[in-house]
């Protein structure tokens, strides 16, 4: 059981918005701005999409966009593309271990 | 550009060993934390490990602690993972990762190697 909850699978028409959640608690997400998102296609290697719950780094489409309120998270992708689709996995620094934890993962497609 | 490249990957049987490394190249790697996730077939992502730029640093999962030691040369840009008393549980492909200490978060990975703990 991951200590961060996201939806299984989200899915979307090219061109729309579609959110993926990522719930913990006080003691990780609604704590800290140590948010984090990750794009995996498969078989292939994670890669940063978000930082610090809102950052993006450099590369990466404005069309991805990061927020939270509360214990929740959230990752926006608007104007969805085929490439799109892959598997999201959220991340966060948490004060009930020494390690950070990451959400079971979210696989998007794209209709 | 940033490149992570692990290796050391492989079938070993319950209660094995096996050491992966991983070189870095296109940054100053003593600069940097390191960390080591997994991912098991069809999993999640797991924060195996991190390693503070020099070392002083480390911290495992419950999962592995007390069986896996992760280390670091930075004259040769090198991060390890020291695998012991490995289950089948262990089983997934392992991932270098560099990581944003002062964020939590890793923002170059490698392609990853992948570890098959079986008899």
């Known amino acids: 059981q991951s200590a961060l909850t996201q939806p299984a699978s989200v899915s979307g028409s090219p061109g729309q918005s579609i959110t993926i959640s990522c719930t913990g608690t006080?003691?990780?997400?609604?704590?800290?701005?140590?948010v984090s998102w990750y794009q995996q296609h498969p078989g292939k290697a994670p890669k940063l999409m978000i930082y610090?719950?809102?950052n993006r780094p450099s590369g990466v489409s404005n069309r991805f966009s990061g927020s939270k309120s509360g214990n929740t998270a959230s990752l926006t992708i608007s104007g969805l593309q085929a490439e799109d689709e892959a598997a999201y996995y959220c991340?966060?620094?948490?004060?009930?271990?020494?390690?950070?934890?990451f959400g079971g993962g979210t696989k998007l497609t794209v209709l | 550009q940033v490149q992570l490249v692990e290796s050391g990957g492989g079938l070993v049987k319950p209660g094995g060993s096996l050491r992966l490394s991983c070189v870095a190249s296109?940054?100053?790697?003593?600069?940097?934390?390191m960390s080591w996730i997994r991912q098991a077939p069809g999993k999640g992502l797991e924060w195996v490990s991190y390693?503070?730029?020099?070392?002083?640093?480390?911290n495992y999962a419950d999962s592995v602690k007390g069986r896996f030691t992760i280390s670091r040369d930075n004259a040769k840009n090198s991060l390890y993972l020291q695998m012991n008393s490995l289950r089948a549980e262990d089983t997934a492909v392992y991932y270098c990762?560099?990581?944003?200490?002062?964020?939590?978060?890793?923002?170059?990975w490698g392609q990853g190697t992948l570890v098959t703990v079986s008899s």
């Open positions: 296109g940054f100053t790697f003593s600069d940097y934390y």
């Open positions: 006080s003691s990780d997400v609604g704590g800290y701005n140590y």
């Open positions: 990762a560099r990581t944003q200490a002062d964020g939590y978060y890793f923002d170059y």
């Open positions: 610090d719950v809102t």
């Open positions: 390693i503070s730029s020099s070392s002083t640093y480390t």
């Open positions: 991340s966060s620094y948490t004060s009930s271990s020494t390690l950070g934890v």
